[in-house]
């Protein structure tokens, strides 16, 4: 049974910064796409940011690009997502989820869609105010 458990969301300042966890259990070869998507209240779910597990590939929305950062402990079975320079629009309920990877040729991809993910965890809110 795949489990995939977030911890870690709250509140913050415009500018500050969070860290998200993903602690997923159950998983096999299949499905070695970990993401992050997020959700507002008033927007459909949208991709973050997407790591293949044991490799360096990571990918990552544009309104992202350079303030987080996902990342991975596999001896822990979980993947982070650190939020820094946070802004008002980052606010929502940051799911994390696992899929298998699409391919360019040979090379598998893990984006940031998130119909390309299978298994998904409760969530965890992010509220960022200004």
């Known amino acids: 049974q795949v489990q995939l458990v977030e911890s870690g969301g709250g509140s913050g300042q415009a500018g500050g910064s969070l860290r998200l966890s993903c602690e997923a259990s159950?998983?096999?070869?299949?499905?070695?796409?970990m993401g992050w998507f997020r959700q507002g209240q008033l927007t459909e779910r949208e991709g973050v940011a997407a790591i293949y597990v044991n490799s360096t590939w990571t990918a990552y929305a544009d309104s992202v690009k350079g303030r987080f950062t996902i990342s991975q402990d596999n001896a822990k079975n979980t993947v982070y997502l650190q939020m820094n320079a946070l802004k008002a629009e980052d606010t929502g309920m940051y799911y994390c989820?696992?899929?298998?990877?699409?391919?360019?040729?040979?090379?598998?991809?893990?984006?940031?869609?998130?119909?390309?993910?299978?298994?998904w965890g409760q969530g965890t809110q992010v509220t960022v105010s200004s």
């Open positions: 989820a696992a899929g298998a990877p699409q391919y360019i040729g040979p090379v598998p991809i893990c984006h940031v869609r998130p119909n390309d993910y299978n298994y």
């Open positions: 159950g998983l096999n070869h299949d499905h070695p796409c």
